[in-house]
Structure formats: C-alpha cells, structure tokens
C-alpha cells in the first residue's frame, strides 16, 4: 500500500468550483480566470457563481446571545480567529446565505469588542464588502476602499481542495449540517500553515524599513535558515497568479487613490523593493526552487492599505472562503460519499494484558 504523507497526489473529489494549475501558475475560478473575476466583480456576483445565493444583506444581523458569547470572549483576550469559531457555531438555521451573512457580522463585532468599543449593526442598503468595512470602522467606506477589500475576497473565495474545504467536505460528507462544516474549516483556516502567514509577511517589510536595508537584511534571513513569508507555495512552482491581482489592488489603492494610513505610498514603494530583492536572492541561494511571490505578500500590503489590523487578516480571509466552503459543501451533499481514507498500522501486535492486581 502507498501511503502519500499529506494526501499528497490523492484526488478525492470531482469539483466544477475552481481549478489550480501550480505548475502553469494558473486559477480558475468558476471558469473565469482569477484575474478577470476579482478585478471586475463584486464579491456578490462571484458567489453567485459558486452556489445559488440570494441576496444576503437581511441575513446579517445575530442574536443577543451570539453578541453576549462574544463579549464575555473579548473580556478574556480571545484571540480573533478562536471568537470565530465561537461565533459561528452559534449560527441559527442551515441555509447557506444565512451562514454567510453572519460571519463579517461576528468578526466586525467582536472586533470592536476586543478594543472598548459597542459593535455596529449591519446596514441592509450596502453590499457585503462595504458592510464588513462600515460594521469595523463604524464610517462609510470610500467606493475605492470597497473596491480594494472586493478584489481580495474574490481573489481567495476558493482554491481547490486545500486544508479548510477538505476538512468542510469531510465534515458534510458524514451527514453533518453546514454551520458544523464552517466551523470545522475555521478551525483548520486558523493553522499557520494555511490561513495564519500574511501577518509575519508584513512585520518583514516593516522590519527592513528602508530599501536601502533589504539586501543586507534578506541575505541574514536566509544564511540563518530563516523562511522568508510571502514567497514559495507548496502548489504553485510559478508565481500566484493571485499575488499579481492582489498587487494591481494595492498599487491602485495605495497610488491612485491614497490609502487609510499616511505614508501608504512609501510603505507601497518599500514592498515592491522587497519583494524584487527577495526574489534575486533567493534564486541565488536556492536555485531552481522556484520560490516566487504568493498571495500573502500581497494580502498583508492590501489589508493593512484597507485599515486592518494584523488580527483581522485571517478572520478576513474567512469571510471570504467560507462562501467556498458552502459551495463544496453544496457540490459534496450532491454526490456524497463518506470520506474514510485508511492508514496503515505501525504499532506493536501480539501483546498480552497482564493485570496488575494478579
């Protein structure tokens, strides 16, 4: 029996959602290149693309239970991701829109919470991306600010079978409901493995500070055998197609039209420098490799452009990959057959029990 570590080169599943091509550096999302959906549309319509959604904007309002749940979390420090996977576990009912519309609603409030504040209720007249802007800053977004946090749950509403929508196929395929499905994705999402790394790709940027400093400081990184965050990704042996959407986003928020924060220009400007650094060095030290830029470079420079904080990024990733979440869930209950891989036993046999009190 072959046993691939990490259900490395298994197909489990047949899905029309989105394809990955690591090695042509390509994603396909509901037919539309990554590109061409997340530039373009709003994060409503790219939905509607994966599953039948209804207009979801009634739907956002949580029950004074789910608030207390969150408010006794903020009084301990929960962190952010672990108040979500609280929360979500109170959602009421199982239709999909339902579910979706709550989680921007429990982030944005336990977000306020954490930090002193009284949450926000969500506004029916704004889409969901403005809505998740408005309910955390308590202000009208900007249609650029809108337009920038778009772009970045389009471009990572679903990538395939990685770890948090295999661990929500699994769930459903034991005839589990959706909202244990979610919950058990953001339980996975929260791994630093998969969903926890734009946060260090940023505190990188920062730390070199000045372009003038980012060879001599990449160069100590790697000599020591440190991993430098946002470059490499486990599937794409090109670069991610979707850190060059999520780069054409920033550039447009941060030059164009002025970000949240002063000296976005600068901050902008001091990562492309980094990144194009980081990239001859790391050809020279590890040839052949081909570790390019990935999505969380990029993600960390767009969220922290768009007024968030470090402990948001993840929980924001949620809001938008729990719609591709659903949509498998959805694609999985279709065609459902259990998910039950084998193993192969290493431990000892033939052993005998001896009671001690013999």
């Not at 959706?178 to 994705?185: I, T």
């Amino acid at each position: 029996m072959t046993i691939n570590k990490g259900l490395e080169g298994v197909v489990a599943a047949e899905t029309a959602l989105s394809l990955v091509d690591g090695e042509r550096g390509e994603l396909i999302i509901a037919g539309f290149p990554v590109a061409e959906l997340a530039l373009n549309a709003t994060f409503e319509e790219t939905v509607s693309l994966l599953w039948d959604a209804p207009y979801v904007s009634g739907r956002r309002h949580i029950p004074e239970s789910t608030i207390a749940l969150l408010r006794d979390a903020a009084h301990d420090r929960v962190d952010t991701m672990d108040a979500l996977r609280m929360g979500a576990g109170t959602i009421r009912g199982e239709a999909p829109a339902d579910v979706l519309a709550a989680l921007p609603t429990i982030v944005a409030a336990y977000w306020r919470l954490l930090n002193g504040r009284e949450p926000i209720s969500p506004r029916d007249d704004l889409g969901h991306a403005a809505n998740y802007l408005y309910m955390l800053s308590g202000g009208l977004p900007s249609a650029e600010r809108v337009r920038g946090l778009e772009t970045y749950l389009n471009t990572v509403v679903d990538h395939g079978l990685n770890a948090s929508t295999f661990t929500a196929r699994v769930i459903i395929s034991t005839g589990s409901d959706l909202v244990s499905a979610v919950v058990g994705a953001i339980g996975a999402l929260k791994g630093p493995l998969h969903g926890g790394a734009p946060g260090p790709a940023l505190d990188m940027v920062f730390e070199i500070g000045d372009a003038a400093r980012a060879e001599a400081v990449l160069r100590k990184k790697i000599e020591s055998g440190e991993k430098l965050m946002g470059f490499g990704h486990r599937v794409y042996k090109v670069r991610d197609p979707r850190a060059d959407v999520l780069a054409a986003a920033a550039e447009r928020l941060f030059c164009r039209c002025g970000g949240q924060r002063d000296g976005d220009v600068h901050l902008y400007e001091l990562a492309k420098s980094v990144e194009a650094t980081a990239l001859r060095l790391l050809e020279e030290y590890k040839p052949g490799r081909r570790l390019q830029t990935n999505v969380e470079f990029y993600t960390a420079l767009l969220l922290h452009g768009l007024g968030l904080e470090v402990p948001l990024f993840t929980p924001t990733f949620a809001v938008s990959r729990a719609a591709g979440w659903i949509a498998h869930a959805l694609e999985q209950r279709r065609a459902n057959r259990i998910i039950r891989p084998q193993s192969v036993y290493v431990g000892p046999t033939g052993r005998t029990w001896r009671n001690p009190a013999a």
